[in-house]
Structures are given as structure tokens and as C-alpha cells.
């Protein structure tokens, strides 16, 4: 029974192994250097404050980041009178009203990133039926997650290679799961000016953007490391102490 149980086991590892590296050798992510990877990367701000740029400007056209409060940008070196600023350009819907009526008003640093369009339906209806997926957590739902942002996002091919044939209103791109995107291919060449005078070349916009959503994704990954890296000291001294004390008591009692 055991044997069975085990051979069973066994079967169904392999399969799922080899299933799973099928479906890796499908896509070829282009793996970039993050600053942020490793015990000991933290975000690059810079970076990040520039991927928002790209995300204000280009991106949230299309897509929401309705999980995230606006003044999670603090954690990326916005200073608060620069997420008021920020906020109060965004007009967010408030209320009920006395009169039981929703209204407009300027947003605040504790609200979220308003929404493109009102609901999923209005967002497919203008993107040909497909939803843009909300951003918030992006670089944690794909797999490769910035990799994979940064391969998609640089991964667009017009004309599609021979032998593809594209739906209508499809775009060809290297890394989506069958290749054929409701996306069109939208990062350009100086697409962007960066406040801090960086070359804004699609490859930096698509890198800057995919490490902004990272930091989204997780705000806390950098206090969250340093943590990691204290506990393990404190442990290590603490050891030490313990091996100290064990061996004064001991002596003693020989
Ligand atoms: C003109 C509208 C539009 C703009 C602008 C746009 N997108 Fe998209 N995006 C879409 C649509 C539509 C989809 C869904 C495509 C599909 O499912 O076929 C999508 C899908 C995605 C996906 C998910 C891909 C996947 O694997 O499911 C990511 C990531 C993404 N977009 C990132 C971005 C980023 C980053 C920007 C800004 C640089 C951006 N998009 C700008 C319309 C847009």
C-alpha cells in the first residue's frame, strides 16, 4: 500500500516537474539586474520616482491602481507637501452629500489612485474587449513578475513574425501567455521627459516602470530585509551569550 501510495506519488512529481518546465522553456524572460533582488538590494527610489512618471503619464490611460494610497509614495522619498500637490491634481468621488447625492473633490494623500475608467465593462468597451488588469499587485501575480514586466513591456513585434496571424485589434508580443495582446505596444522613445534628466529610451522606461510597480506591489520589502538582517544578529549574539553562560555554569559544577 505504502509502495503504491509512494510510486503514485512519485508519477504524479515528475509530470507536474516536467509540466512545469515546459512551460518555462515556452518564454525566454530578458532578466534584468534589479538593484532591489538579493538579502541586501533595496529599491532604487530614483528609478521608481521615475517608473510613477511613466505610469502617470502613459499607463494609467488604461489602468487602475485602486489598492494603492497615494501616499505610499512616501516610502519612494515624496516629500508631503509634494503628495499633497500630488493628490489634490486628482479628483476623487466622495459622499453621500446631505442631499444623499455622490460628489467631486479634490483628492487627499490618504486616498487611493483614482480609476481610468468606472467599471470593468467601460474599460473593455474602450480597449477593444479586453481588460487592463489593475497594477497594484501585477509584479506579484505574473510569474517572473519585473522580469516578466519588463520582457512585456519590451516584448511588442510589428509586423508579427510570418505565419502569425493576429485577430483584429491584436497586437503580437514575445512573452504573453499565446502572444496575442489586446495591448498595443505603447512605450516610445522620449514617450516621457523624466524630471531628472534620464534618457528616456523605451528599454529605461520599461525597466524604471517595472521596478516602480515592484515597490507597489510591496512597499515595506526594504524595511522588511533590513528586519531580516537585525534578527539574524541579534540571534548570533545571542548564541554567542548563551554559549558563554553555559560554559561559566559548567565549569563550576566539574
Ligand atoms: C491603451 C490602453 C493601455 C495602456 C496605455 C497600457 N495598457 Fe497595459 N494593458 C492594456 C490591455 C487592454 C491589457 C489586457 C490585454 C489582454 O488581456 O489581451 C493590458 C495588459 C497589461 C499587462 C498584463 C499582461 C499579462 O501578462 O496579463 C501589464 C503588465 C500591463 N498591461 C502593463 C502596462 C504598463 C506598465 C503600461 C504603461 C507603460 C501599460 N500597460 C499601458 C491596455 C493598456
Request: one cysteine or more; a neutral charge; proline letters at 7%.
Amino acid at each position: 500500500m505504502r509502495a503504491l501510495k509512494t510510486a503514485i506519488l512519485s508519477a504524479a512529481l515528475a509530470l507536474g516537474l516536467a509540466g512545469a518546465a515546459q512551460a518555462s522553456e515556452a518564454v525566454h524572460l530578458d532578466k534584468q539586474n534589479w538593484p532591489h533582488s538579493g538579502v541586501f538590494g533595496t529599491i532604487d527610489k530614483a528609478a521608481a520616482q521615475r517608473g510613477f512618471q511613466v505610469y502617470k503619464e502613459v499607463c494609467s490611460a488604461c489602468h487602475s491602481m485602486r489598492l494603492v494610497p497615494i501616499r505610499t509614495l512616501a516610502g519612494i522619498g515624496f516629500k508631503d507637501d509634494e503628495l499633497k500637490a500630488l493628490a489634490a491634481g486628482y479628483e476623487v468621488q466622495a459622499g453621500p452629500n446631505d442631499a444623499g447625492e455622490m460628489f467631486m473633490r479634490p483628492g487627499l494623500p490618504a486616498d487611493r489612485f483614482p480609476s481610468p475608467f468606472p467599471n470593468d465593462n467601460a474599460a473593455r468597451a474602450a480597449n477593444n474587449g479586453a481588460l487592463p488588469p489593475d497594477l497594484s499587485l501585477i509584479a506579484k501575480a505574473r510569474v517572473g513578475g519585473e522580469d516578466y514586466i519588463y520582457s512585456f513591456l519590451t516584448g511588442f513585434e510589428d509586423p508579427a513574425p510570418a505565419g502569425v496571424n493576429l485577430m483584429p485589434g491584436m497586437n503580437y508580443n514575445k512573452v504573453f501567455p499565446g502572444h496575442q495582446v489586446g495591448m498595443p505596444n505603447i512605450l516610445q522613445p522620449d514617450g516621457v521627459t523624466y524630471a531628472d534628466g534620464t534618457k528616456a529610451t523605451v528599454e529605461q522606461e520599461a525597466k524604471d516602470v517595472s521596478t516602480f510597480l515592484t515597490f507597489v506591489a510591496e512597499p515595506h520589502l526594504d524595511e522588511r530585509k533590513q528586519m531580516g538582517v537585525k534578527v539574524i544578529l541579534f540571534l548570533l549574539v545571542l548564541a554567542g551569550l548563551m554559549y558563554a553562560s553555559k560554559r561559566k555554569l559548567w565549569s563550576t559544577l566539574h
